[in-house]
């Protein structure tokens, strides 16, 4: 492990950094990633996955967190100063620790048996990451990401779904016209506006979930393609979030499968 100082914003190491961070067509264009934080790091390594680069900063580089993840590592540590480092951050008040990685694609082709979540134009990546969270607890090992949505390997979703990715197969950019009508299993889109309820739906075998846009919720297709089931709502609210909505479901699945 070599510990390298850049005290330069406009060092190409930095310039890289940034890019990774704040550009989605970049990531693509370089297909890599940013895992900021030290648990994301620590999670990553422990499956013995490649990290590229480190950065942090000289104080943070002697602290115990950051040390655990350097014993796993064997790359190039990028020192830089602390203001530098708040410029950069997505996060702010973490213990700094920026990693590049090469952005996984998956090594299977769809599974259309499998319990899977789709999101369709889900764009908020506070939404789409809380998602994967949820849907990795619950045992859902696919998930389908239509164009529109976020995509699912940016910082800023990676740092919501808290290492959720890390034991999914993500697929991203895809068409709901392409996939819906393949699956071998019932396939459920959540809308407020139906009065099917959850509850009365039989989810003890496998099944697909679509989770639509944060305003304007599933799209006609999906409505017309699946099964509009609603969650009650007794207190009288519009709707859900989309991300406390999709958990409820997969957690009602979860509950009658025990």
């Known amino acids: 492990m070599s510990v390298i100082f850049l005290e330069s914003k406009d060092n190409p190491k ?31 390594l422990e499956q013995d996955k490649k990290i590229n680069s480190i950065f942090t900063t000289e104080k943070s580089l002697t602290h115990p967190e950051i040390c655990d993840i350097l014993d796993l590592y064997q790359g190039s540590v990028f020192v830089i100063a602390e203001s530098l480092y708040r410029d950069l951050s997505t996060l702010g008040t973490t213990l700094p620790c920026l990693a590049v990685i090469d952005q996984p694609t998956s090594r299977l082709s769809l599974d259309f048996s499998l319990d899977t979540l789709i999101l369709e134009n889900v764009q908020d990546p506070g939404n789409a990451g ?9 045992g859902i090992k696919q998930v389908i990401c239509s164009k529109g949505s976020a995509s699912l390997w940016s910082p800023r979703v990676l740092r919501a779904g808290m290492g959720a990715h890390f034991s999914l197969q993500t697929f991203e950019n895809v068409a709901l016209e392409d ?33 639509g846009n944060e305003g304007q919720g599933a799209s006609e297709y999906a409505l017309e393609h699946a099964k509009a089931i609603a969650i009650p709502q007794p207190g009288g609210q519009e709707s859900l979030n989309v991300a406390i909505a999709g958990s409820i479901c997969f957690f009602e699945m979860v509950r009658q499968r025990l």
């Open 14 to 44: 930095i310039k890289h950094l940034r890019a990774l961070i704040e550009q989605n067509s970049y990531r693509k264009k370089q297909g890599q990633t940013v895992l900021e934080g030290t648990h994301l790091c620590q999670a990553w």
């Open 130 to 138: 809380t998602l994967l969270r949820s849907a990795a607890a619950a």
């Open 179 to 211: 996939v819906l009508s393949r699956f071998e299993i019932p396939v459920y889109v959540t809308s407020s506006h139906r009065s099917t309820s959850l509850y009365e739906q039989d989810l003890t075998q496998p099944c697909v979930w679509i989770l």
